[in-house]
């Protein structure tokens, strides 16, 4: 490895010394044009041949079988610089003498430069790799490059350099360029959840129980909207109305309604309404009914939770076993009825009319508080559903008092009761009178029937 390393210095030198002959020879030759000594001169051919000749009998003594290898890339001006370089310009004096002590200046310069590059070419060619050679050390690009003046050396075949430009002053900030730093790492956005199942798709029982397992192990609203989305899907078909049930499911999803998120509110409804069909289902459900009832009530007037709530009061109302657990609502449902939109009038109206059709319900309807206003849903200006509906509970209302003997019993029911709006202050059935000129066919004879069992 000594061996090698001094060959490599000393061929560093050699090029830095015939450089430095050159340039010198470049400023002469350039005074006197006129001189042309290159055609004049046998004597200083001879010496340049001389010169050609020892010159490279040298190099071969010194250089040594080792050499070729980093020899090629110091010749080239791209090879890593060993420890130990002499310093430049030692080399160049000692070149620019020997240079000197020959014949004609520009002359032995001019040899000298091409003899050497001509031992470069040849050398080059003979295929050695920098760095193969055995013993030797490449260093790595991200390190300094020692023994080189001005802090660094020239850049290697690689294209990676390390310190500062070596030749002429250092334009403006060195770079090091080693391995590439790894790029910042770019921020993954966090991508939704991929369901496993379509909303749309119709589960067997194992693939219903893996939505109701994600449900439950979830708090993420995406997941839950999907999740009872898929499950009230579901829910709308018999067979799996039986399956959810034995899972589990109906506790797993009626633990949404406390949740603050009002869309996923509004889809627990919608699949606990699918549920409730099943009369089994109902069973289960009736735990939250009372619960259901008060955020229906309290929820933003209009809104799509108290739609899909009052049309799960609705499905739970159709039986009359669980309708008393309602009663203590009549009061807020007549006032919602006065208060709502036309969409929540009709579903309210439905609600209503189950609680009618039950002679037991009759005596909390007649003496519940409503407001006065109710009499304006008896006007013709509203539509034909709306009509209908008010002139079904009326009918429904008069056929319990005959049927339940309540018409005597007019002294227990306030002034502002359901009961006197309906039956003693005579308004409504003025109210139902001008109907019966009602431009509509089906609400004239609603009205006709309704007159005749008054």
């Not at 070419?121 to 260093?139: E, I, Y």
């Not at 109902?282 to 939250?288: L, N, P, R, V």
């Not at 208060?339 to 009759?362: D, R, S, V, Y």
């Not at 202050?425 to 000129?437: F, P, R, T, W, Y």
Request: net charge positive; charged share 25%; proline share 3%.
């Amino acid at each position: 490895m000594g061996r090698t390393r001094d060959a490599g210095c000393v061929a560093a030198g050699v090029v830095i010394g015939a450089g430095a002959c050159y340039c010198v020879y470049k400023l002469t030759w350039g005074r006197d044009e006129s001189e042309k000594i290159w055609d004049n001169d046998d004597e200083e051919c001879s010496d340049r041949a001389e010169t050609v000749v020892r010159t490279e009998k040298e190099d071969k003594a010194k250089a040594g079988a080792g050499a070729g290898a980093t020899l090629q890339a110091d010749i080239v001006g791209k090879a890593e610089v060993g420890l130990g370089v002499k310093s430049g310009p030692g080399v160049k004096a000692e070149a620019l003498l020997r240079a000197q002590s020959g014949g004609g200046l520009e002359a032995k310069a001019k040899a000298l430069f091409n003899a050497l590059k001509e031992q470069a070419s040849a050398k080059a060619g003979r295929g050695s790799r920098v760095g193969a050679s055995s013993g030797t050390r490449t260093l790595a690009s991200s390190l300094p490059c020692p023994g080189g003046r001005g802090g660094g050396c020239h850049p290697t075949r690689s294209g990676a350099r390390t310190g500062s430009r070596a030749s002429g002053k250092p334009k403006g900030k060195a770079k090091s360029k080693g391995p590439k730093a790894p790029a910042a790492a770019v921020p993954i956005r966090r991508t939704k959840f991929n369901f496993p199942y379509k909303i749309d798709d119709i589960l067997g029982a194992t693939d219903l129980q893996k939505v109701l397992n994600i449900l439950e192990r979830t708090n993420d609203p995406f997941i839950q909207e999907v999740a009872l989305v898929t499950l009230g899907n579901n829910a709308a078909y018999s067979f799996n109305q039986n399956a959810i049930r034995e899972l589990g499911g109906v506790p797993i999803i009626a633990k949404l309604i406390k949740t603050k998120d009002p869309i996923i509110r509004e889809k627990t409804y919608n699949a606990l309404n699918n549920l409730s069909v099943n009369a089994e289902n109902q069973g289960k459900i009736k735990t939250y009914i009372g619960q259901v009832c008060d955020d229906t009530m309290i929820c933003r007037l209009d809104s799509a939770v108290q739609m899909a709530g009052l049309r799960l009061l609705t499905n739970m109302t159709v039986t009359n076993h669980y309708q008393h657990l309602l009663s203590y609502s009549f009061p807020d449902f007549f006032a919602l009825l006065f208060l709502g939109n036309h969409f929540t009038k009709i579903q309210i109206m439905k609600l209503i009319i189950n609680f009618t059709e039950n002679p037991a319900m009759t005596r909390e309807l007649l003496s519940c508080k409503v407001p006065s206003e109710l009499i304006s849903l008896f006007n013709k200006e509203w539509d034909r559903e709306i009509l209908l509906n008010i002139l079904t509970i009326f009918e429904n209302i008069n056929d319990n008092i005959k049927n339940e003997g309540f018409a005597s019993s007019r002294k227990e029911f306030s002034r502002n009761s359901l009961f006197f709006l309906f039956k003693e202050s005579g308004v409504c059935v003025k109210k139902i009178k001008a109907l019966a000129n009602h431009n509509d066919m089906v609400v004239k004879v609603k009205v006709l029937k309704v007159l005749t069992k008054l």
